[in-house]
């Protein structure tokens, strides 16, 4: 089992910072691939980002050149560092965790992420 806590939500006003973190505990592998996802009220659930523990990393479009996302493997932390926030960012964000080659998957509870003046 792998249990997985986001922070780091907010409020905050057009063009601001946020930085979203994700900690994960319990069974740990590597390689493993870790993502951010966000929701919107009324739409479904899109992709974010997505890093590999190789490092690699994958950018949706919408937030390419704003959001940078990272990992800190000795403290099995992922971060999500949000700049330049648009009202469209508005979402729940959740972080999911799974290992290369495994079936199973492990999701956040979600932080809120407002962004609105």
């Known amino acids: 089992q792998v249990q997985l806590v986001e922070s780091g939500g907010g409020l905050v006003q057009p063009g601001g910072s946020l930085r979203l973190s994700c900690a994960a505990s319990?069974?740990?592998?590597?390689?493993?691939?870790m993502n951010w996802y966000r929701q919107a009220p009324g739409k479904q659930r899109e992709l974010v980002a997505t890093?590999?523990?190789?490092?690699?990393?994958y950018y949706a479009d919408s937030v390419k050149g704003r959001f940078t996302i990272s990992k800190e493997n000795a403290k099995n932390t992922m971060y999500l560092q949000m700049n330049s926030l648009k009202p469209e960012d508005t979402a729940v964000y959740y972080c999911?965790?799974?290992?290369?080659?495994?079936?199973?998957?492990?999701w956040g509870q979600g932080t809120q992420v407002t962004v609105s003046s």
């Open positions: 999911r965790y799974k290992a290369l080659g495994a079936t199973a998957e492990y």
């Open positions: 890093i590999y523990s190789s490092g690699n990393t």
């Open positions: 319990g069974s740990i592998f590597r390689p493993d691939v």
